[in-house]
């Protein structure tokens, strides 16, 4: 699986847009691009995840750019309930299904 | 739906001493993965299950791990015997195989070995 590359913090103001990238420039043309949320103390949690199409769904949105290698989560409306680490996962979806979690972005939204 | 139930949540053991951790997976999902995440080597794969057969236990980390399943409701994680440096917060998850891909995750079992 190809590794991912992410900041290690970021900080965002309630309310405002939230967007965390992430650099997988190895990644191969069967590799989907995931993204996972763990709120302190909880099991990891789904957010989204897609190949070479932006994707959107009730909680977030994935823009991946044209040549795959990195790709941007947002989260729209940023609440202080969406402090966690973002994990950022390249797998093959007809792969084994293991997911490699590197050591993610800590999101802190601020009041 | 219930989603992933792990128990205990909590463990408190003593060094030598069996654990035995348990998960029971999402109705209807056949795929299920141990977790371990500690500090300082994050979260890392110890061993899944697709249709109750163990596909890789690459992740175990030695023999006194060892992890069944009998059903397709229900799996453990043994550690025999344990040790301090086993203390960490252990997940089951489940997934539908075929699907997204999409894993659900249990609450975690914190296990300290004293």
């Known amino acids: 699986d190809a590794k991912t590359t992410q900041p290690t913090s970021m900080d965002c103001a309630e309310g405002r847009a939230a967007n965390l990238p992430c650099n997988h420039s190895t990644i191969s043309g069967n590799e989907y691009v995931y993204w996972y949320r763990q709120i302190h103390s909880q099991g990891p949690q789904y957010i989204i995840h897609g190949l070479k199409n932006n994707e959107t769904n009730e909680m977030a949105s994935l823009i991946i750019t044209e040549d795959r290698k990195s790709s941007t989560l947002i989260l729209p409306h940023a609440t202080l309930r969406d402090t966690a680490v973002y994990y950022c996962?390249?797998?093959?979806?007809?792969?084994?299904?293991?997911?490699?979690f590197g050591s993610g972005t800590q999101l802190t939204v601020l009041p | 739906d219930a989603g992933v139930i792990q128990s205990p949540r909590h463990e408190v053991t003593e060094m030598g001493q069996e654990v035995t951790l348990r998960c029971k997976p999402i109705?209807?999902?056949?795929?299920l993965f141990w977790y371990r995440q500690t500090m300082m080597r994050g979260l890392e794969l110890l061993i899944y299950f697709n249709n109750n057969v163990p596909i890789d236990d690459s992740g175990m980390p030695e023999d006194r791990f060892s992890a069944k399943m009998p059903n397709a409701s229900f799996s453990t994680l043994k550690i025999q015997p344990s040790e301090p440096r086993d203390s960490a917060v252990y997940f089951c998850a489940s997934s539908l195989s075929g699907s997204t891909n999409e894993q659900f995750f249990g609450p975690g079992t914190r296990l300290t070995v004293l």
């Open positions: 996962i390249v797998e093959s979806k007809g792969s084994a299904r293991q997911l490699t």
């Open positions: 109705s209807g999902h056949n795929s």
